[in-house]
């Protein structure tokens, strides 16, 4: 069983950061393929973004390349999310997901088998 677990969401003004992050806790975690996605007020889940185990190929959503960067530490069990410049359309809650099974980490949900609870952020106008 894989848990994770994200914390680092909040409240920030439009223009300010956050890092968001994902540990990792139950099996390898340097194996794990990763995701990060978004899902605001009263719309569908979306990927922002994705990195692979080794953390050499990441992918991004288009609204969210050169604001957001993602990484991982497989010593700490952990993937990061810097989200720079952020917009009041960034306001969503944000969950980091794990693919055990394939090399994949992009944009379908489906493909991920574990999920965290999710962190809340809310960038004011």
């Known amino acids: 069983q894989v848990q994770l677990v994200e914390s680092g969401g909040g409240l920030v003004q439009a223009g300010g950061s956050l890092r968001l992050s994902c540990a990792a806790s139950g099996r390898t975690f340097s194996i794990y393929n990763m995701g990060w996605f978004g899902q605001a007020p009263g719309k569908e889940r979306e990927v922002v973004a994705g990195?692979?185990?080794?953390?050499?190929?990441?992918h991004y959503a288009d609204s969210m390349k050169g604001r957001f960067t993602i990484s991982r530490d497989n010593a700490e069990n952990t993937v990061y999310l810097q989200m720079n410049n952020l917009k009041p359309e960034d306001t969503a809650v944000y969950y980091c997901?794990?693919?055990?099974?394939?090399?994949?980490?992009?944009?379908?949900?489906?493909?991920?088998?574990?999920w965290g609870q999710g962190t809340q952020v809310i960038v004011s106008s």
């Open positions: 990195i692979s185990w080794s953390g050499i190929s990441t």
């Open positions: 997901a794990a693919n055990l099974r394939s090399y994949y980490f992009g944009s379908n949900g489906n493909e991920y088998d574990y």
